[in-house]
Structure formats: structure tokens, C-alpha cells
């Protein structure tokens, strides 16, 4: 494998009040990989995103420790004014809601020109061959004149289309995806993360793709970091996860995916995650997970190496093997 | 009782039909005074561009055999105390009367749309500054503050004209301050930034123009105070000096006549009244097809 294009290490953020949102994150996104990002509901994966971009939403939140290394620079001790060029220019954000990120009285294509004179400093002209190209990339048919359209004139599937253009104007060499087609139906939404796979595989993006849904993981990621509470559970190459998971978090999240041969109730896992203003002393699953011990309720265990590429941050992994103890 | 109660549901249906034409209608109406204001503001402009054209005299020509003559052939509106034909004057003045309108909507409309922008955008002692300003500002009765400028800057035209771009630009930056709050919390915003873009380009091409609908139709509706302010400021003596000709001026000189000659002091206000009423019309439809509230 390639050395890695971005690199996050032991990221945090957290309000000004103390409060860890994201706590002590890691991963590496390698060149031409998709890396999902896994969890519910805030569990602080789109912070996690916003973080990495520094564009953290209000004022009371803050990037409180960690690096975040794009071809060797860290990003979290970049000024501003450097940070600018590399967001939309190094690396692309793209949103679960296409309809609300487009600005909806500009023409699409002037959106996507507009990116590209500022970045690369085109002329008017160029800009406008480029936007069209853009489009075209993205799979939208009759570019010429779908540039000069408004975002309202397009169905859900074509606004996404339109938004990874804008993201990938540039030709950003990585691209944050939040939840790309969780506001998509499963026709579209298959469309999308084929264009994503095929934007992989054409130009070498790099991809982080944040979802909910251990499905749309199955289908496109090279490797898995699941988040829990703030925290990372589990990383490893999407077919090792899914096939053997190590965490209880991530057995019980794929028990909780319904089967096509399936009968029956579907599995939950029980409880609710923890505030995170409250959360239990050890482990932040331990309240909820079946193979809890007295160690888990005092110590939090750390992500450590498992084997080749794999981390697993729990005192009783699934396999059976090393029970670490901390001294 | 289940007859009764169908009829009941039947009578509720008839009831609902004009009601569910009524958007439609809305719609229709709401066109039509677009329209309508756009047409009479459209005759406004024309007649000031022909003025010399269309006018049958000289609007400062003496005829001093005709003084107070009564409206008739020779003069349709009639003629004032120095036999001036009204006609003549009151087309004159819809130049002058006009450029108030205008010149004194663009000024308050920029300055107030820029301050607003960058106050909502900035937030924090930016705002808190600017907002207080506006409070001082809005303090004064608004025809007050007016005229102690005008006082201060000597009766004209221009003095007027700065007087309005002082006092009226609050109401702008209120408007838009409120529209970017909202924006810049906006998914959009976020995108924006997410390509990398700076704040002034955030602030001045992207939310901005979707923050001005409110504005511009706020811009037609003040026309309208702006044009009555220009006439008051003339009547009270301190804007368009005699012997040009301008609406209120010219209902201030009729003033002493207005029992004994109607004609000096009525056909001057019925042209202030008219363009008051296209701009509201104007902006009404405006605001309809903008889907703004006012």
C-alpha cells in the first residue's frame, strides 16, 4: 500500500466548556482509497469532518489537540489564509442535502466556474469550459446547458451530481463526503456511490465516506473506522469487519442490518449512547455491551494495532485474544 | 342525520371551491398590479423624457394677462398668480420629482445594504456598534432629523439628497442585517466555505444577492415616503428652489390661492398622489412575485 494522503492523528474537539465531541480520533486515508466513517447519530462524525476542513460550525467549538497531515503538512497549524487554498483546492467537502449547499440563485455552472477562477486563477472562459467539463464528469447529461440551470431546476439525484462537481472542480486529490445519499432514494443513491467508486478508480480520489449505513459500506469502501461516543471502536479493511468484527459495537451494528434471507425482528442493541457530558468512567459501550467486565467499567481502553492494518479500541475483543491490561 | 350530514359535507365542498380558486386568483392579481404599477411608473418616466416635447409652454414663461386663469383650452390645468401653465409645470416637474425618488432610494439602498451586510456577517462589537448607531439614528422622528440636516447643509437639492442617504439607510440595514443572519448559518454558507472561499466573497456574492429581495421591494414601497419627503422638504421651502418647478413646491405656492383657484395646489398633488400609487403598486406585485412579505 501507497503511504497514506491524509493522516489524523488523535484529533479532538471540544466545546469550551470541556466537553469532548471528538476524542482522540486517528486514521489514514490512503491514495485511491474509500474510507467509511461509521456511527450513529452524534457520534461525532460529522464534527470529525468539519474538523479536518477547520470549519468547525460556532465559536465554541475548537480543535483542542491532534494533527491532521495532507501530504506532510499539518492542517490544524496551518494559518487561515493557507487553509483557504487548500480547502475546495486539496480537499473537497461534499453534504448529505444538496438541495440547501447549492446557492440557489446562482447559475450551476457559474457556481462551479467561480471555484475555478478562484483556485486556479482561469479566465472567464476557461473557467466556463472547465465547469461544463465538470459536469460532464459527474455523468450529467447536456452539460452545455444544464450549467446555466438553477439548482432548484434539478431532481435529487442531479443537485448531488452538481455538488460533487462543485467539490471536485478542482480536482481536489481528496474528498469528504458527509452522508452523500442519505437524503437519496436507493436508486439514486446506488447511482451516486457508483460515481464515487468511479471517480476512485478513474482519478485516484481519495474518499471519506461518513454514513449510518453498514450497506452503503459494503458496497464501496476499501476499509471501516467505526465511531462511538467521540470515539474510534474499530478500523480495518471493510471485508474483515464485516465478516469478523472485533468491538461489540460493530458485532452489534451489523446485527442490526437487515438480510435479504432474514426473518424474524430485527436485532437492537440495547440502551442509548451516553451524553456526552456524562459520560461512564471506563469504556463508553460498557454500559450497553454484552461482554462488559469490571475493567471495562474503570478503564478506557485505548485503539490499539490488532493485526496487519486493524485497530481495535476494547479490553475483550470479540476474538478472543489479547485481553490487554493496563498496568 | 346521515342525509343532514351529507348535505352538510356538500354545502362545506361549495364553500371550498372559490376557495380553491382563490391562489390562482391571487396569482392573477398579484401579476396584474405588477403589471399596472410598472405601466404607470413606464408613463412617469416617458412624460419626463418628452417634457419639452409634450409641454404646451414654457413652464417659468410669465403670461401675466392669464394670471389664475381656471382650467380650459389654452390651459388644461389652468394657470398660477403669474399666469405659468400648470400643465406645462406639472410635466416639468416630473423630472425633477422623479430624480427625488430615485436618487433618494439609491443612496439610503446602498449604504444601508452594505453597512447591514457586514454588520449581520461580522456579528459581535461589529454589529453591537453598528446596530446602536441605527438605534441613535432612529431616535429622532425621521422629518426632524431631515430638516435640522438640511438646516445645517443649506436648502437645495443636494443637501436634500444627503440628508436622505443619513437618515434613510437604517431601515435598509435592518432589513438585509436580518436576512444574513439567517444566511450565513445557511447550508450554502457552509459550501462556500468548504471551496475555500473568503469572507468577503461569501458575504457580497453569495449571500448578499439572496439576501436583497426583501430590500429591493422595501426600495419601491420607500420610493413612495421618499417622493412625499422631497415634496414636504420643497413645500417647507428648503429643497427645489422657485422658479423650478416641483410637485410640493408648487402645492405651496397654490396654498394662499386654494379657495379661490383649486387648480394651483390640486393637479400638482393629484401627480404626487398617481407615481405614490404606481410605486406602491409596483412594489406590491414585486413583493408577491418575490414571495417577500412586507
Known amino acids: ?327 | 342525520m346521515k342525509v343532514s350530514g351529507s348535505s352538510e359535507a356538500l354545502a362545506g365542498l361549495g364553500a371550498a371551491v372559490p376557495r380553491m380558486r382563490s391562489p390562482l386568483l391571487r396569482r392573477f392579481s398579484a401579476q396584474s398590479t405588477l403589471v399596472f404599477g410598472a405601466m404607470l411608473f413606464t408613463a412617469f418616466v416617458a412624460i419626463a423624457l418628452a417634457a419639452p416635447l409634450i409641454a404646451p409652454y414654457d413652464p417659468i414663461y410669465q403670461d401675466l394677462d392669464a394670471r389664475l386663469a381656471p382650467p380650459g383650452l389654452a390651459h388644461p390645468f389652468g394657470t398660477d398668480n403669474f399666469g405659468r401653465d400648470i400643465l406645462s409645470r406639472v410635466i416639468w416637474a416630473t423630472r425633477i420629482d422623479l430624480q427625488i425618488a430615485l436618487i433618494g432610494v439609491a443612496f439610503p439602498f446602498v449604504i444601508g445594504t452594505l453597512v447591514g451586510t457586514v454588520a449581520g456577517y461580522a456579528g459581535g462589537w461589529v454589529d453591537a456598534v453598528l446596530m446602536r448607531l441605527i438605534d441613535v439614528v432612529l431616535a429622532f422622528p425621521y422629518l426632524v432629523l431631515m430638516l435640522a440636516l438640511i438646516a445645517i447643509l443649506g436648502p437645495g437639492l443636494t443637501s436634500f439628497y444627503i440628508a436622505m442617504a443619513l437618515v434613510g439607510w437604517v431601515s435598509y440595514a435592518r432589513l438585509v442585517r436580518a436576512r444574513i443572519l439567517v444566511l450565513k448559518n445557511a447550508d450554502f454558507a457552509i459550501a462556500a466555505q468548504s471551496l475555500g472561499y473568503g469572507h468577503t466573497r461569501i458575504m457580497f456574492r453569495h449571500l448578499l444577492p439572496n439576501a436583497l429581495a426583501g430590500s429591493v421591494v422595501f426600495a419601491m414601497s420607500d420610493a413612495v415616503l421618499v417622493l412625499l419627503a422631497g415634496a414636504s422638504i420643497s413645500y417647507l421651502g428648503l429643497g427645489v428652489q422657485p422658479p423650478a418647478s416641483e410637485w410640493g413646491l408648487m402645492v405651496a405656492e397654490g396654498q394662499s390661492f386654494i379657495t379661490s383657484a383649486w387648480w394651483l395646489t390640486t393637479f400638482p398633488g393629484l401627480a404626487i398622489v398617481v407615481l405614490s400609487f404606481a410605486f406602491s403598486l409596483f412594489a406590491d406585485g414585486l413583493g408577491e412575485r418575490l414571495g417577500v412579505r412586507t
Open chain 1, 1 to 327: 500500500m501507497s503511504a497514506p494522503r491524509l493522516s489524523v492523528s488523535n484529533l479532538e474537539v471540544s466545546t469550551d466548556t470541556g466537553i469532548h465531541l471528538v476524542d482522540g480520533l486517528s486514521f489514514e486515508l490512503r491514495a485511491g482509497e474509500i474510507l467509511g466513517l461509521v456511527g450513529e447519530s452524534g457520534s461525532g462524525k460529522t464534527m470529525a469532518c468539519r474538523a479536518l476542513m477547520r470549519l468547525l460550525p460556532g465559536a465554541r467549538l475548537a480543535i483542542t489537540g491532534g494533527a491532521v497531515r495532507l501530504d506532510g503538512r499539518d492542517l490544524v497549524r496551518l494559518p487561515e489564509r493557507e487553509m483557504c487554498a487548500v480547502r475546495g483546492r486539496e480537499i473537497g467537502m461534499i453534504f448529505q442535502n444538496p438541495a440547501s449547499h447549492i446557492d440557489p440563485i446562482m447559475r450551476i455552472g457559474n457556481q462551479i466556474a467561480e471555484a475555478i477562477r478562484l483556485h486556479e486563477g482561469a479566465s472567464r472562459r476557461e473557467a466556463r469550459r472547465a465547469a461544463v467539463e465538470a459536469l460532464r464528469r459527474v455523468g450529467i447529461p447536456d452539460p452545455e446547458s444544464r450549467s446555466r440551470s438553477h439548482a432548484h431546476e434539478f431532481s435529487g439525484g442531479m443537485r448531488q451530481r452538481a455538488m460533487i462537481a462543485l467539490a471536485l472542480a478542482c480536482r481536489p486529490s481528496v474528498l469528504i463526503a458527509d452522508e452523500p445519499t442519505t437524503a437519496l432514494d436507493v436508486t439514486v443513491q446506488a447511482q451516486v456511490l457508483r460515481l464515487l467508486m468511479h471517480l476512485r478508480d478513474t482519478e485516484g480520489v481519495s474518499i471519506l465516506l461518513v454514513t449510518h449505513d453498514l450497506g452503503v459500506v459494503a458496497q464501496t469502501c476499501d476499509s471501516v473506522a467505526v465511531m462511538y461516543a467521540g470515539r474510534l471502536c474499530e478500523k480495518a479493511s471493510t471485508r474483515a469487519l464485516l465478516e469478523k468484527p472485533l468491538h461489540h459495537y460493530a458485532a452489534g451494528l451489523i446485527r442490526c442490518q437487515p438480510l435479504s434471507e432474514g426473518v424474524g425482528p430485527l436485532d437492537t442493541i440495547a440502551g442509548q449512547p451516553p451524553a456526552l457530558d456524562a459520560l461512564p468512567p471506563g469504556c463508553r459501550f460498557e454500559p450497553r455491551c454484552p461482554g462488559a467486565s469490571a475493567l471495562c467499567h474503570e478503564h478506557l481502553p485505548e485503539l490499539h494495532d490488532h493485526r496487519a492494518g486493524r485497530g481495535v479500541a476494547c479490553h475483550h475483543p470479540l476474538d478472543g485474544s489479547a485481553v490487554e491490561r493496563p498496568s
